[in-house]
């Protein structure tokens, strides 16, 4: 695959027309046009800009590369993805569920302010709350330059998936381990917390049920982070977006 067929391809996968990367890397659409027709490159700090908007490696766009040779023998259908495309793509859901569960687990923990009654715990309570949904908002507008990996079969080389398998299997049991951690957490945080002290004495009431909060907080960052990197690796490994329609 050519720079410039690579450079059309990321581009229609993140979804922009060539006026709208042309304003991203300052040039004009005639110069977007050159390049995905190998008719002229790019300088490099337009490269490697476009490395940071596809979220692909350097390598992947300098250095050629065949498709796998397997899935064009047998004919096929499906996306192929290369190394750099799975590793830019457990970047990318990394970076998206870590931001989520920070918003998500940041919601949580603002109810331990509600449990007081101070102006200044209100207070923080509310800034909490605008910081949370706004990071929520802007995993919503962020730009997703792999959507085409949930839609379709996907294709790859045997050392690529071989390497994807080892790393999944590395991985599985810190994960599940963790995510079994935020469960646990939030169950205490929900259930265990605010049982510990009765509802007579007021003050440790609401400190138990504060840290009830505090707990069920990082289980949520636990849970969702833990869980979109788990998603992330079986799409990519079992394909399990595609056989699940199938089925």
């Known amino acids: 695959m050519t720079f410039g067929e690579k450079i059309q391809k990321l581009r229609k996968e993140a979804g922009l027309s060539q006026e709208e990367l042309s304003y991203q890397l300052g ?9 995905e027709r190998d008719k002229g490159y790019p300088e490099t700090e337009k490269i490697v800009r476009m490395s940071r908007i596809f979220h692909v490696t350097l390598d992947y766009l300098l250095n050629e590369e065949q498709e796998s040779e397997q899935a064009l023998e047998s004919g096929e259908q499906g996306f192929y993805v290369s190394r750099e495309t799975a590793d830019g793509f ?30 200044i715990s209100m207070l923080l309570f509310m800034l909490l709350v605008i910081a949370g949904i706004v990071l929520l908002f802007s995993v919503k507008l962020d730009d997703n330059p792999y959507r085409k990996l949930w839609k379709e079969p996907l294709l790859f080389d045997q050392e690529v998936k071989a390497e994807l398998n080892t790393a999944y299997a590395e991985k599985k049991k ?18 265990f917390f605010p049982l510990i002290v009765p509802a007579e004495f007021v003050l440790l009431d609401n400190i138990a049920l504060a840290a009830g ?8 960052f636990l849970c969702i982070y833990m ?14 977006n595609v056989q699940r329609k199938k089925g």
């Open 27 to 35: 040039v004009s659409r005639q110069a977007i046009s050159k390049w």
């Open 174 to 191: 810190t994960l599940q381990l963790f995510h079994l951690t935020g469960i646990a957490l939030i169950a205490l945080g929900f259930l």
């Open 227 to 240: 869980s979109g990197l788990i998603r992330a690796f079986r799409l990519l490994v079992m394909n399990e």
């Open 213 to 220: 909060m505090l707990a069920a907080g990082i289980g949520t």
């Open 90 to 119: 457990l970047l990318y859901q990394k970076h998206k569920f870590l931001r989520i569960a920070i918003a998500a687990g940041i919601l949580v923990e603002s109810l331990a302010l509600s449990f007081m009654s101070s102006d």
